[in-house]
């Protein structure tokens, strides 16, 4: 085996994590100790709560170290095993890090990949945390009624290209806002949404207006901001909003300022409700199973943008921010 | 029978209605028609939504027209009937009117007083929207556990005295904010709350630490403003924000700004959920029933702050809004 590459974490970035907040050293590769055992990583991800997870901000996890492996969600294949209950061969997603080899006592094992006639990739996407965070943050606190107008927020997204398509599924009519013309068609050609929005040109306002003339019944947003504050508005009595990601707003520290939503949320009955994936393990394999009939069935499309080798994990979360990528944006090892 | 004194909306008000925005009128005693009935009034309620009732500001009720007599809801008995419904000497509380006597074909009244064993002004406050907002705003959307810390804002008012003493009964720690040291001795003394905090007094962080060492995990609100922002501070993860007045606002025409809630709810995976009593209509008996249960067995205490005379009502919705007034305002009519 050759050695180890990992990304560790430089120092700590104030607002958004750069290429140069990271740098890439090498280790040995581990050996697994009694109830351990070794993954050879094939994919790592790249997600905008990793923003979070290295901010000093009180957050919903703890911060990653300096000088520690970046805390990653990874898809790879067990390669030696003195654990029980993994054995050589089985496909795993977890919180393996941004590294070619990790090793695991099965407590950062998100779970083991059973769609093997599926993509290992899928796992970290439209089958992985993204797909998940869709379904249960739709299903769950969005509850979709058919007929409903389901407006979604960075909509060609991993997360909310999910979102959009899940509501049609449920009998939804679905508007997808996004920024720019590449991805506005993605929306309306490979996602299918009714109606998509680009919130980089003309009015957004009128544009809502025009997209959602029986107004919005949920909103499911990954955005915070002015694109949030523009949505709102046009919520029906009975709404839900879905707080599912901030990614436009670049620092929280302190709070920035926004339109007081109280009198709003009020007149309309609306609710508003704040997701965190993790909350849901307990219910994966029921979410994973539907996700991936869907997929199968040709009934949930997706995307990937992969960048090949470890040296691009880096700069690959400040691309994110940018709106660089189109479709999932993932990391394979080069084994 | 004499004449029928009412009090009409003169002008629009921008902001809060003070007494210049009414005028008294005298309008003869109308005589029921075919399935009509007249309900002499004895007790007019005061109430912070009226605020909205007068607003021309989108509202999710159309605004009282100039010359109108004003929207408020009063009890009283039927004094003769042509409405196979309704008996003379029927006890009722509805939306009859600032005025002595309301024609009515039923459909404004909001339930048929059946506790008659009890003070027929408490159909409206401790039994009546007062309570029933109480009960239905904590009960279904802040959803207590035992244990959890409930805070409450206008803590020793009419809705607020009932949300804390309910959260009591259902084994939760109770703090309650409210203006000024008879208010919260009030909070203490008459209400049993935990603990109670002066807002004008001092650091309203540092009371809230010293009264939720456990942190907050539902905030009953009725005001927005700056007392919210303190306590949203201070929620723990899957807390429960239930909107219910935003009485510390004067104006939201143009909406307010205030702190960004939305990474805080994201963090805490927060609900916050607006009220409206109306929505519940179908469940008043069930709320009404226990609530008067509650009163007679002394668990559940009220205060009610009474002026005599109809022509009290005009400046009383801004006496509210001063919180001049030390329990439920009611305007007691001279028969």
Redesign the interface.
């Known amino acids: 085996m050759s050695a180890n590459k990992q990304i560790l974490l430089k120092s700590r970035p104030d607002g958004i994590p750069q290429a140069e907040h990271f740098e890439l050293a090498s280790a040995p590769v581990p050996e697994p100790g009694d109830r351990q055992f070794l993954v050879r990583n094939e994919f790592l991800s790249v997600e905008p709560a990793m923003r979070g997870w290295v901010s000093a901000v ?3 996890s703890t911060p990653v170290g300096i000088g520690e492996v970046m805390r990653a969600f990874a898809a790879g294949t067990v390669v030696k095993s003195r654990h029980p209950g993994f054995a050589e061969g089985d496909k795993l997603m977890g919180m393996l890090g941004w590294q070619d080899y990790a090793l695991s006592d099965g407590t950062n094992i998100t779970r083991k990949v059973k769609e093997t006639d599926l993509p290992l990739s899928l796992s970290l996407g439209v089958l992985g945390l993204n797909g998940l965070t869709a379904y249960f943050g739709l299903l769950d606190l969005g509850l979709p009624k058919p007929g409903d107008t389901v407006v979604v927020s960075t909509a060609a997204g991993s997360v909310g290209s999910a979102v959009g398509q899940i509501a049609k599924l449920m009998g939804c009519r679905t508007v997808g806002i996004a920024g720019g013309a590449t991805k506005v068609a993605l929306c309306k050609d490979a996602f299918g949404y009714d109606a998509a929005i680009d919130y980089k040109s003309g009015d957004l306002d009128a544009a809502l207006k025009a997209a959602c003339p029986r107004g919005v019944d949920v909103y499911y ?1 990954n955005t ?2 002015a694109i ?1 504050d523009a949505v709102i508005q046009h919520i029906n009595v009975g709404a839900r909003i879905v ?4 990614a436009s ?1 670049s620092s ?1 520290d ?23 994936v993790f ?1 849901y393990a307990h219910r994966y394999e029921e979410a994973a199973t539907r996700l991936a009939q869907w997929v199968r069935d040709g009934k949930l499309k997706y995307r990937e943008d992969i960048a090949e080798g470890i040296e691009h994990a880096p700069g690959a979360i400040a691309e994110l921010y940018r709106g660089e990528n189109l479709g999932k944006r993932l990391i394979r090892l080069t084994p």
């Open positions: 009180a957050n919903y947003d915070s901001g949030s707080i599912c990601g901030t707003v929280w302190p709070w920035p300022s926004g339109p007081r939503i109280e009198r709003h949320i009020l007149v309309k009955r609306g609710r508003m409700a704040g997701l965190i909350d």
